[in-house]
């Protein structure tokens, strides 16, 4: 008290009132614009100057006139000069630079005189509902001196607590306009500290997380590689507020990018301790050159926020992704053998016969033609050559796909076919005849990733060659079922003969890829497409509108698994995550089929060699796969026990109406005596209801201790737990819950 008493008869102290009067006064002008969902709310208020700042982020107040009152608790600025913010612009909706601004930026410019200053300001807002779910707020910003404008565009998902949030750059400047950057979203978070958990790869080990405690500066999280953009950094990531949130506790954010290339996330912890997020495409080597009257929209950037932990969290997000944005997201997927691993490159007509007849015996849906079966003048027997040249090989194949697919009929199996449609080897047809259709430096050596370049998907041509690949497979083959589009090679030597502005050439590649995509989808909408990167090196929100699944890695050994499928769980849904049983590792085919009936189950192993025994139990497991799958697909997913934590990892998925269930565990640790000794918690079920537990997916001549007459109520098996009786014995077990009736 004293200490303010005597602020207050200090003339800087007067001053500092009389602010704060001025600023009461004109309270009443400034306009609040919340976007509240179910549970959160994301609250921008206009001020007196027209700034459109975040005045809050988090859980939404019970009363929302009390918004306004949030930032006035805030004391975080020194006392000395009631300020802290030197700018009024750190908590910007969309921070411009080059006018005030000190912090990282969300937008910068040179303008068609030459001048690189930009101060955008509140001009208008609408809010338009879609549906009772969704809406869409609009904001109108304009800088005050140029004729230069941005839309912020924030679209909310009521039930799922989800917000896409992009914006739309135009000018009416008397010359073209370079945007410097250009991001999609610009958040403000308040809270203690801030923890980040991001990922980090390679070919192999996807999704490896991090997780450390944000400090003041910027951290940058992103990509340069053009194509196969994710293969180092994947664009998700979550922040936690205050502490690390767990399964079930504390405030997290989940962050991705709705972009198939370069991409780029700042973090920064500014002088208030505040986290500005800004994120967006990567504006490396991709200054863009803006004309009068156009348009420049960026990508969404998608966010939901959690205050009950990352399940919680990650079960909105997976919700979402089921209802609105996945291609087929509420539907099922196929079963299938592939034959990558079990041939290569090595196979004929006759061979591939003998594997449609594995197929039929294995049970699955479908066949899966991979990598090789193209290309004469340099056959496709390895992986240096006949990339681009998409014809069948006349040796292997004397009777064509078309044939193949036939037959694949007959036997009562789908067929389907692996294409490399962006890539081409130097050593093809395609290079000798189009070069300049290809992504290399006119004057300087070239350099390969898997032997291979990028055709450049910026020029037209290239795109009508790219759609024409799919679209003759379909033409020669009505009865194709399912198109594996993989993309093993990053862009080096980024230059386009094509294009006469280069630092475009990043956008225009993934925007090239996307309208090859969307003429794909508008004639073929409802065959089933695989998302491969050599793994997981491209997956991401905006690419799985045209995607009905994704391959999240070459590495199948089921240990390895078990970790990589945990970490993308907790942004894509299970639906999605295309899961094979091969000969990785030393597990036993039980373990590595287990493993992969979390997701879409699918074989690449050559069935002909399996034992009795072991096809049995892959046989048995399709049937009884088939009879679980909709509820990996479509029930909640609910992490039990952390492989990073615990002996046993244990994932469960609830139907919606929770009357039945399945659980996976597996020990994942080796050392002695080591197994389930306490009993695993279960989520998600009704605490009333009573339920059985059997043990599924058992091996031939294997007995379960598992009693499933016995009775639990949810409250028993939430409370107290299971024990699945994981052991050295019983490495992996699958459990069925069912209600009792
Ligand atoms: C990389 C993919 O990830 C593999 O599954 C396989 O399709 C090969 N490419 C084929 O070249």
Redesign the pocket.
């Known amino acids: 008290m004293k200490k303010i008493y005597k602020y207050i008869i200090s003339p800087t102290c007067i001053l500092t009132s009389l602010f704060a009067v001025l600023a009461q006064i004109t309270f009443a002008q400034t306009v609040t614009i919340p976007v509240e969902t179910a549970n959160n709310a994301l609250v921008l208020q206009v001020d007196k100057g027209k700034d459109v700042n975040t005045v809050y982020f988090g859980t939404k107040l019970a009363n929302a006139a009390e918004y306004d009152q949030v930032t006035g608790v805030y004391k975080q600025f020194c006392v000395c000069n009631g300020t802290g913010d030197y700018t009024g612009l750190l908590s910007s909706a969309y921070t411009p630079s080059g006018s005030r601004n000190l912090a990282e930026p969300a937008i910068t410019v040179t303008h068609a005189d030459g001048n690189n200053s930009l101060d955008l300001k509140y001009v208008s807002h609408n809010v338009t509902k879609i549906s009772d779910d969704v809406s869409l707020l609009s904001i109108v910003l304009k800088d005050p001196v140029y004729d230069f404008e941005v839309t912020l565009y924030y679209k909310s998902y009521f039930k799922n607590d989800v917000i896409e949030q992009w914006s739309v750059i135009k000018h009416h400047e008397k010359g073209n306009v370079t945007l410097n950057k250009f991001a999609s979203a610009n958040l403000y978070l308040k809270a203690k500290s801030f923890w980040l958990r991001q990922y980090h790869g390679d070919w192999g080990k996807e999704m490896q997380p991090e997780e450390t405690r944000i400090t003041h500066g910027i951290k940058t999280i992103d990509t340069k590689l053009g194509a196969r953009a994710n293969l180092f950094e994947p664009s998700v990531f979550m922040v936690s507020f205050d502490k690390p949130a767990t399964e079930d506790e504390g405030n997290v954010l989940y962050g991705a990018m709705e972009w198939s290339g370069n991409f780029r996330v700042d973090l920064e912890l500014d002088p208030l301790d505040n986290l500005k997020i800004i994120a967006g495409i990567n504006n490396f080597a991709s200054a863009y050159t803006l004309k009068p009257g156009e348009d420049f929209t960026t990508p969404a950037f998608l966010y939901t926020f959690s205050d009950k932990g990352k399940g919680d969290a990650s079960r909105k997000l997976q919700s979402w992704a089921r209802n609105y944005k996945l291609m087929d997201g509420k539907g099922s997927r196929l079963t299938l053998l592939n034959n990558?691993e079990s041939t290569f490159f090595d196979f004929n007509e006759s061979r591939l016969s003998g594997l449609l007849q594995d197929t039929k015996k294995l049970g699955v849906d479908l066949f899966l033609l991979?990598?090789g079966w193209f290309a004469n003048k340099y056959p496709r027997n390895d992986?240096h050559a006949g990339l681009g040249d998409w014809q069948e090989n006349r040796k292997k194949l004397p009777n064509g796909i078309a044939s193949l697919v036939k037959e694949a009929q007959n036997d009562g199996v789908k067929f389907g076919i692996?294409i490399e449609p962006e890539m081409v080897n130097p050593k093809s047809r395609l290079y000798e005849t189009h070069p300049d259709w290809v992504i290399k430096q006119p004057k300087r050596d070239e350099y390969y990733y898997r032997n291979q370049l990028v055709l450049d998907l910026s020029n037209p041509q290239v795109q009508d060659f790219v759609f024409s690949i799919v679209d003759s497979l379909f033409i020669k083959s009505p009865g194709l079922a399912y198109i594996?589009w993989?993309c093993?090679a990053v862009i080096y030597n980024a230059y386009s003969a094509h294009l006469q502005n280069q630092s475009h050439l990043y956008i225009e590649y993934v925007r090239g890829l996307y309208k090859v995509l969307e003429r794909v989808r508008a004639k073929y909408p409802a065959v089933p497409m695989m998302l491969?990167s050599?793994?997981g090196g491209r997956v991401d929100y905006a690419a799985l509108q045209y995607f009905t699944e994704f391959?999240p890695s070459?590495n199948t050994e089921p240990m390895e698994r078990i970790f990589i499928q945990w970490e993308y769980s907790y942004f894509y849904p299970a639906l999605i995550s295309a899961n094979h049983v091969t000969d990785w590792g030393k597990q036993p085919i039980k373990f590595r089929t287990d493993v992969a009936m979390m997701g879409r189950l699918g074989f690449d192993i050559p069935v002909s060699k399996l034992s009795g025994n072991d096809l049995q139990f892959c046989q048995e497991a399709v049937k009884t796969y088939n009879t679980v799958k909709q509820i990996i697909f479509q029930g909640e997913q609910y992490r039990l026990s952390d492989p990073r934590e615990q002996s046993v990892a244990s994932v469960m998925y609830v139907d919606s109406v929770k009357t039945s269930g399945v659980i996976f565990n597996y020990l994942v640790n080796n050392r002695f005596d080591e197994g389930s000794k306490l009993p695993i918690r279960l989520k998600g079920l009704d605490p009333v209801k009573k339920y059985t537990i059997k043990e599924i997916n058992l091996y031939p001549g294997i007995v379960s201790p598992i009693d499933s007459a016995k009775s639990y109520s949810g409250d028993f098996l939430m409370r107290i737990g299971f024990n699945p009786e994981v052991n050295a014995g019983r490495t992996s077990v699958v459990l069925q819950i069912n209600e009792s009736r």
Do not use: E, I, P
Request: charge should be negative; hydrophobic fraction near 25%; proline fraction near 0%.
């Open positions: 990558w991979d990598d992986d692996w594996k993989d093993n491969c050599g793994g391959w070459d």
